[in-house]
C-alpha cells in the first residue's frame, strides 16, 4: 500500500509539471474585484451584504472545532482524522475573518487572506478522504504537505501573477472527492453527505461567475456573491451534519454507486411487479364483464 501511495504522488507530481509547462499562465483579472453589490446599507460598512454574510463560516467552524474535543462527540478514533478535521474547521472559522477583511477593500494584496484559509479546508479534506477511503498512514501524513502546497499556490500567484497552481488546489478536490464518494468503499455511513456538500459548493461558484445577473434577477435586493458565501457555507454545515450522524461502515466492500444500482434495481422491480398486477386485475375485471 505504502509504494502504491508513493507511485500515486509521483504520478500526481508529474501531471501537475506537465500541466505547468503545457498550459498558459493564468493572470487575476482585476475585474474579479468588482462585485456587482457595493452597498453601504448600515454603520459604513463597504460591501455591507458581502462582508457579513461571512458570519456562517465563523458559527459552523467554531461549532465544529467544539464539537471534535468536547466529548469527543464526533467518535474520530483515528489521530489523522482530529488533525485533518481540527485544520479543516480552523481554516472554516478563518474564511469569516480573510473573506470579511477582503470584502472591506478588495484589492489582490487582501484577497491573499481570503483565499488562504479556503486552502487549507480544501486541502485538510483531501487528506481526511485519503485516510478514509485509501490509508490511514498515507492520509495522516499527506495533511501538512497538502496544506503546505496550498499556501504555496497561494504565495506563487502573488509573486508571479499565475492562478494555475491556486486552481489546481481549489477545483481538483472539487473533482476526486464526489468521485471517490461514489467509486470508493466509505469507513463511515452517510457518504452521501459528502454529495450534498460538493453539491452546495458547485452552486456556489456557479453564483459567483453570475454575480451581476443575481443582482438584477433579485432586483437589487441581494447578489450573486453575497448568496454565494451563504451557499458555500452549507459546505461545513452537511460535513458537520455528517460527522454528527454517521458511525462505522459495517460493509466495507460496498460503494455509493452499489447501492444506487441496489435501489435503481428495486425500484424497476416494483415498478414492473405493479404493472403486471394492474395487467391482471384488468383482464380479470374485463373477464367478469364478457
Given at each position: 500500500m505504502e509504494r502504491k501511495a508513493k507511485y500515486g504522488w509521483a504520478a500526481a507530481v508529474v501531471c501537475f509539471l506537465v500541466l505547468m509547462v503545457v498550459t498558459p499562465a493564468i493572470p487575476q483579472s482585476q475585474e474579479y474585484h468588482q462585485f456587482a453589490d457595493q452597498r453601504?446599507?448600515?454603520?459604513?460598512?463597504?460591501?455591507?451584504?458581502?462582508?457579513?454574510?461571512?458570519?456562517?463560516?465563523?458559527?459552523?467552524?467554531?461549532?465544529?472545532?467544539?464539537?471534535c474535543y468536547h466529548g469527543n462527540y464526533f467518535i474520530l478514533s483515528l489521530e489523522g482524522e482530529i488533525w485533518?478535521?481540527?485544520?479543516?474547521?480552523?481554516?472554516?472559522?478563518?474564511?469569516?475573518?480573510?473573506?470579511?477583511?477582503?470584502?472591506?477593500d478588495p484589492d489582490d494584496a487582501t484577497l491573499v487572506w481570503d483565499r488562504l484559509p479556503m486552502t487549507i479546508a480544501f486541502t485538510s479534506i483531501v487528506a481526511i478522504f485519503i485516510i478514509e477511503r485509501v490509508n490511514e498512514t498515507t492520509g495522516t501524513t499527506s495533511i501538512l504537505p497538502l496544506v503546505a502546497a496550498g499556501a504555496v499556490s497561494i504565495l506563487y500567484w502573488r509573486l508571479f501573477d499565475d492562478l494555475r497552481p491556486y486552481a489546481v488546489v481549489q477545483f481538483v478536490p472539487c473533482i476526486a472527492i464526489p468521485a471517490m464518494a461514489i467509486l470508493m468503499p466509505p469507513a463511515y455511513t452517510h457518504s452521501s453527505y459528502w454529495l450534498w456538500a460538493a453539491g452546495f459548493y458547485l452552486l456556489a461558484k456557479v453564483l459567483e461567475a453570475e454575480d451581476v445577473v443575481v443582482y438584477r434577477w433579485t432586483g437589487h435586493v441581494i447578489s450573486g456573491h453575497t448568496l454565494k458565501h451563504l451557499s458555500a457555507a452549507m459546505v461545513p454545515v452537511f460535513l458537520t451534519l455528517m460527522l454528527a450522524k454517521r458511525s462505522v461502515e459495517p460493509d466495507r466492500t460496498t460503494t455509493l454507486l452499489d447501492k444506487w444500482r441496489l435501489s435503481w434495481v428495486r425500484v424497476s422491480e416494483r415498478g414492473f411487479f405493479k404493472a403486471e398486477r394492474l395487467d391482471c386485475e384488468y383482464a380479470v375485471v374485463s373477464g367478469r364483464e364478457g
Open positions: 453601504r446599507l448600515f454603520l459604513g460598512i463597504p460591501n455591507t451584504l458581502n462582508v457579513i454574510s461571512n458570519f456562517p463560516f465563523l458559527v459552523v467552524g467554531i461549532i465544529g472545532l467544539i464539537l485533518g478535521w481540527t485544520c479543516f474547521f480552523l481554516g472554516v472559522a478563518a474564511v469569516a475573518f480573510g473573506s470579511s477583511y477582503y470584502h472591506l
